[in-house]
């Protein structure tokens, strides 16, 4: 029998705030410095929804360990720059956290600092305050699924009662691997067929998502 939803784990860059978009231009920005280029869909695949430690791990293994430590100061730099030019929450999503009664709370590769900064500028910080989980707290990041574990656990709340709102390839795997149903933004910059999987409804507008939810929508296959 599938249990109730008690708890809905927001993923935060693209599902909230619509920082993917900022932080894929910026890697092909940061791959033609270098000498590694990308394209927006490479950088996805490769980057995207990964932790920041994940991501220097692989711009080492690339480019060497000098390179990317450099990479990765340039990268927050640039990224900063682009999210206080005007980040905005991620379409629709403000109508639906408004609809949604359930508890919920974050749980982002990315860290605290880089969190309260978006979710600051978006004007969504407070409404998750004290229920913001970050990779940074866990020995392995997405799509392992330490963090989604960790963040059910301190909420006091069963994998198997747990939502998982991703938008990214290794999110939605993290979900699974953690035991719980996850729902796949594909309104952003990964593609429907990435998100798609067992115990995964991938859908295209966030406005659909309190209508999910209340569901407890599963798809098998």
Same mark, same amino acid.
């Given at each position: 029998?599938i249990?109730?939803i +008690?708890?809905v784990i927001f993923? *935060? ?7 993917e978009?900022i932080?894929?231009?910026v890697?092909v920005r940061?791959g !033609?410095?270098y000498?590694w280029?990308l394209?927006?869909?490479e950088? #996805?695949e490769? $980057?995207?929804g990964?932790?920041?430690a994940?991501?220097?791990?692989? #711009?080492?293994?690339?480019?060497g360990?000098? #390179? ?8 927050h +730099?640039?990224?900063a720059?682009a999210v206080?030019a005007g980040l905005?929450?991620?379409?629709g999503l403000? !109508?639906?956290l408004?609809?949604?009664t359930l508890?919920? *709370?974050v749980a982002?590769s990315?860290?605290h600092e880089? =969190?309260?900064?978006t979710?600051?500028r978006?004007?969504?910080y ?5 229920r913001?989980?970050? /990779?940074t707290?866990?020995g392995r990041?997405k799509? /392992?699924?330490d963090? $989604?574990l960790?963040?059910?656990?301190s %909420?006091? @709340? +069963? &994998?198997?009662? *747990?939502?998982?709102? !991703?938008?990214?390839? &290794?999110? @939605?795997r ?5 035991? %719980? ?7 952003? @910059? ?7 999987g &067992?115990?995964t #409804?991938v $859908?295209?507008? =966030?406005?659909?998502?309190?209508g999910?939810i ?5 798809h098998q296959?």
């Open positions: 029998m249990k109730p +008690e708890l993923d *935060c860059d693209g599902v909230l705030v619509d920082s978009v932080a894929v231009r890697l940061l !033609e410095e000498g280029p394209t927006g869909a950088a #996805v490769l $980057f995207v990964r932790s920041e994940a991501n220097n791990a692989l #711009v080492a293994e690339r480019l360990e000098e #390179v990317a430590a450099v990479w990765g100061k340039r990268f +730099e640039l990224h720059e206080d905005t929450p991620v379409a403000p !109508e639906a408004a609809a949604i508890p919920t *709370c982002s990315g860290t880089k =969190m309260r900064h979710l600051g978006t004007g969504l407070e409404r998750f305050d004290g913001i989980f970050s /990779a707290e866990v990041g799509p /392992a699924p963090l $989604f960790h963040a059910a656990r %909420m006091g @709340v +069963e &994998p198997a009662s *747990c939502v998982v709102v !991703e938008d990214s390839g &290794p999110g @939605v993290a979900a699974r691997a953690a035991g %719980m149903r996850a729902l796949g933004y594909a309104g952003g @910059v990964t593609a429907a067929e990435r998100l798609a &067992p115990d #409804v $859908f295209h507008d =966030m406005r659909e998502l309190p999910l209340a569901a407890g929508a599963v296959g």
